[in-house]
């Protein structure tokens, strides 16, 4: 399986992708840094009883991320099947669903990795640079591991929900539905219904975790018959 993964990297030129996710990086660690100060003015922690600065670098991390994993899928799985290059990978003697889970394995362990380092990078350098941009990063409590925790499992747990993007992209044999699909769970999972936001609502997250897993589930189980159903 780790070979499959290595070849799907090197097949679909991994660093492309760590190219663009560092660039991703360094746009929102700017943006952060732009936006830190409004986060930390007294009358905003007043209003939301806490700094914002923790809220909002996870908040924007997470929404360039699901899209991040959204482009990948279209790239290394859809884009696949609408190319019809699959059926080249389907004549090797391998099963078909392990071709299938290699490719899912290679977008998530990526961007799992590419989302956790991202937030490491924005806080350490919001950390360091607090003497500079005068910002008090009270909001950051990096020194405790529960700090860190929190991080890895919000990104595992984004990560794995972008993947609800899938069978769609796969229904419609389309990597644009794909992209389409990625961008509106970012409108579901970060923004706003009415007044009731769905950010950091852990049922709620649950629900498309659970939902996300029995959709790869679905997909590879059927990869088997999809070309003779």
């Known amino acids: 399986m780790l070979k499959l993964i290595k070849l799907e990297w090197k097949k679909n030129n991994i660093l492309k992708y760590i190219r663009n996710a560092a660039i991703t990086t360094a746009v929102l660690l700017l943006f952060m840094m732009m936006a830190a100060g409004e986060l930390e003015r007294e009358e905003t922690i007043r209003a939301y009883g806490k700094s914002l600065l923790d809220t909002s670098v996870g908040l924007f991390v997470h929404m360039a991320y699901i899209v991040f994993t959204g482009v990948m899928i279209a790239a290394y799985i859809v884009g696949a099947y609408e190319k019809k290059t699959i059926n080249l990978m389907f004549s090797y003697p391998i099963k078909r669903s392990k071709i ?79 992209i389409v699909a990625s961008v509106i769970i970012v409108c579901f999972t970060q923004g706003n219904i009415g007044s009731v936001s769905l950010a950091n609502n852990m049922t709620f997250y649950a629900v498309l975790f659970a939902a996300a897993v029995v959709s790869v589930w679905l997909s590879v189980r059927r990869v088997e018959m999809r070309d003779v159903m």
């Open 100 to 178: 299938i889970l290699s490719k899912i394995c290679a977008v998530w362990i990526f961007n799992f990795a590419a989302m956790a380092v991202s937030k490491a990078v924005i806080y350490l350098i919001l950390i360091l640079t607090k003497s500079f941009t005068g910002i008090s990063a009270a909001g950051l409590l990096v020194g405790k591991p529960s700090f860190w925790l929190d991080a890895v499992l919000g990104s595992a747990a984004m990560v794995s929900i972008s993947f609800l993007a899938l069978p769609v992209g796969l229904k419609m044999k389309s990597s644009k539905a794909a």
